[in-house]
């Protein structure tokens, strides 16, 4: 489901209680019609109207994609010896990333995204604590609360306890709180580069540094920034210290399908050294189906989105990558300065690079969302604080004065209105401040099988 500004969107879909498939093939015509017609109510992304989802840097990057994509569109690197090209392909990726993340001999894999390369960082935190920390017997990994919701999933899917700390007031977590939950069971500390929610980078020299003191590992998250900040930081912007060349840093997660501008279903992996990283294999060597071995949690591994982030890497090159930087941030800041000359709106902390969020100390933002959506624009709606959220590329670059005056006229409409009693206003309001998440919870699931279009 991702983040909840589907809710009301998705809600009003018509689909088929049940389908069968059907007796006899339909024309290809019919079907190429048919997938047109059902993506009429799609995310409008091609035309800037949304702030997250799709990264999109023009349709020359589109193109090349399609075309390296489709070459190995029937590719599976599930076995590299079928398909050395595939193998080449993830350990160039690897190597290109290494090398921009201050680590030309890192070790890594390719995964289907984010979240692959987030569960993968933990699988492996969790194994050579087996070995190397045998009295933690209950792990547990300290995050940031900022920190992206995968962690979650993993401490689920892997058994390693999550704790969570508390960010300061300009959302960079606090390392004295982490010091402070460290216990004989920890395994791992994690920082963003950036995190999602505000943008800002967390200290991660200082939570590396600390993980080296303990003798534990520490995994930085540069899933959104990785192919990010290190352009942003060449064009001359600030931005701290986050990648290997920090000591202490043992594994990063960087997504190529952010803003290395790939295909989806590409990210990396990355760790100072081999010996780590096979911690993260899956070896079987007793199936009747052969000897078994996966890096990564896929069976199957579609060779396309290697291939095409393999592609976009070499296309773009660092002149390209710095280009679409420049823009990504120069625009970035031309909204921010849109947004901060509106009174009542503020941008929360120092983002690092073209990620953001802003909030209201006198109006209701989902309100405000609303009343945005109404004019066609797609803003995410965030908690703790309540505020709203937007990445910026290339593709939101002509609309800047757009967005500002339309901000600018919601404000105005909201303002002193009874929206916030309204619409998704309302549900956000009254989600959000439930004591109870346990409760929220169990409303997201009733919400995903509500979706459902299955009768069961
Ligand atoms: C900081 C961060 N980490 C991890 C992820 C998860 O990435 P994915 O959606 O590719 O699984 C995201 C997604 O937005 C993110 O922003």
Redesign the pocket.
Known sequence: M?KIWALESARTLQYAASMQIPAKGMGRETLMSALDAARARDANWRDGKTF?LVYYAGDDVLELLHDAFMKFFSENALNPMAFPSLKKFESDVVSMAGNLLSHPSVAGSMTS??????LMAVKTARDWAREHRPHATAPEMVLPIT??P?FEKAAHYFGVKAVHVPAGADYRVDVDAMKAAITDQTILLVG?A???PQGVVDPITDIARLAADRGLLCHV?????GFMLPWVRKLGYPVPDFDFAVPGVTSM?A?V??YGFAAKGA?VVLYRSRELRRYQYVTYADWPGGLYGSPTAAGTRPGGPMAAAWAVLQYLGEEGYLRIAKQSMETAHAVMAGIRSIPELHVLGEPTMS?FAFGSSELDVYALADAMDKKGWSVDRQQKPPSLHMMITPAHARHVEAITEDLRGCVAEVRGSSAANEGSAAMYGMLGSLPDRSQVEAFIGQFMDSLDTTTA
């Open positions: 991702g997250s995204g984010g979240t692959e390369s987030i920190v992206h995968a963003s950036p995190a999602y998250d540069a899933c959104v920034g997660s997504d399908h952010k990210s990620i």
